[in-house]
Structure formats: C-alpha cells, structure tokens
C-alpha cells in the first residue's frame, strides 16, 4: 500500500512551517480540503492528530538545543514556535516525562537523577525517533508516477 499525496504534503507543509503559528483552518485553506477530512485523513495515515504532530515535532527538534545551548527554557521555547513558556513546558513534560530543566540535568556528567527518570527520558526519546523515521519512510513510500497499468486479462 502507498502513501497518500495530501498527506505527504500535508507533512511537507508542517514541516516546512514548524516554527510559525499553524492552525487546523489554515491548513484546509491551503490545500482546500475540509478540515474534518484532513484531520481525519492524517490520524488514519500517520496515527497522531496533526496538532500532536506539531508539538511533538517541535519538542523533538528543542532537545538538541536543549542539549547545546545554555538558553533560557523560555528563549527556546519560543524559537521552537511555542508561544509561550507554560505550553512548551507542559508539551515537553507530557512527550519526554520530565521536565526542560530536568532534562538539562539528565545530560550533565554527575547529574542527580534518577535512574526512573533517565529511563523514562530514554524510552521516550526512542519512541520520538521511531515515529519520525516511521513518518520518514511514508514519505518515501510513494507510488510511482505516470506508471501503466496492465489490466490482468493481457498477463
């Protein structure tokens, strides 16, 4: 089974737009489909709603700034399209397990976590690579172009 085309452009669109307010309504607009049939479309194919997708999406791309960087939590937040603090703090506590600052913590040399919750930022992690390779590999799962189709009484 392929992919389908709305939703790899719609994946394309998120993607592309990640760091800008993105809205259910404007992405129907673009692609001039009802929204209903986007949201739903999207979730059957890819098995998140587009707005976790985003979040998610964002929160993943922060770890490494996170990581990297001595930003402020709020700095960051709002680079990665949070538009506030509070939001990203939530989003990030509800897809990584702990906090921002905890997570800073966890990968400092002689940090104080705990071992529950570094495993639970590292089972967590996992699961954020296996669903963008998995959203990866729809992408690329793409039915070939301009192919003609053989009808099974000429086999």
Not at 110 to 129: A, T, V
């Amino acid at each position: 089974m392929f992919s389908n085309d709305l939703v790899i452009n719609i994946l394309n669109y998120l993607d592309n737009n990640l760091y800008t307010q993105i809205s259910i309504n404007e992405i129907s607009n673009f692609f001039k489909y009802n929204k209903d049939y986007i949201m739903r479309l999207f979730k059957k194919e890819i098995n998140i709603t587009i707005i976790d997708y985003i979040n998610t999406k964002r929160i993943f791309l922060s770890l490494k700034k996170i990581r990297n960087t001595n930003d402020s939590i709020l700095k960051t937040s709002l680079d990665a399209g949070f538009s506030s603090q509070e939001y990203f703090c939530e989003m990030f506590h509800k897809i990584i397990g702990v906090s921002p600052s905890k997570y800073r913590k966890s990968i400092k040399v002689g940090n104080d976590l705990s071992i529950s919750d570094k495993n639970i930022i590292r089972k967590n992690i996992i699961k954020l690579s296996y669903l963008f390779n998995n959203v990866d590999k729809y992408k690329k799962n793409i039915p070939p172009k301009n192919t003609v189709k053989v009808l099974s009484i000429f086999k």
